[in-house]
């Protein structure tokens, strides 16, 4: 029997449009990053190097990482839907509440910990290249951006945001997994593994040991999240519109 509240079929084709959208869409803003600012190494590059090439980019810059941020933040919606149907709802509310809350969590750590580049680094990166600024006018806005790097990026951005994309994952994958999507959880599960190695790099450059391998790591659990993503929506799509 049905459920009396169960969404209609046009609700979640809009949701599964909306996850593959977002799987695509997010990656968009990271392949400018990786050929303009050579994003994620820039990361970790010298605090000068990295201002000096900011503020080569321009607005255009800036913009590109308002963009990144609010694909970020767009995750709590499409959370919030993936997770409270009436279905999971009725059957894991724990599962669903937490996922809800989880991926809204996500979506806003890594939203403040990208804005950083949109909010703070632009007026540091004038500061450094100011032709009359002294060289102690620009160790302190190398000293300001590696500070802000550290707590907004990695600490806020890196690694509390990956954790909680992670527990997001693991929380839906099991819910799919339950409701027989055995392939899609899987994937879930596998990306999140990765995510979860990933957002360790952090803690390994904090304790001078190499992060190569958590880098590495990371990139290949977004990867695997954009695949998921996908995944989800077409099976939201497929399975609403057979019903139709």
Known sequence: MPFPDAPKPIDSVVTGVFAIALGVGFNVPYAILAMTYDYPGVLRAPAGHALELFAAGGPGLVLTWHAFAVSALL??????ALALTPRAVAKTPA????AAIAGSLAGLAQAIGLWRWV???????????EPSASPSARLAAEQTFELINQYGGVAVGEHLGQMLTVI????LSMIQWGEGRRVTGGIGVISAAALLIGSHEGLALALDQPGDVFSYATIAGFLGLSVWLCATGLGLMRGRLAKA
């Open 75 to 80: 995750m709590i919606p499409l959370s919030i």
């Open 95 to 98: 599962l669903a509440i937490g």
């Open 119 to 129: 909010f703070v680094v632009p007026g540091l990166a004038r500061a450094h290249t």
């Open 168 to 171: 997001f994952m693991l929380m």
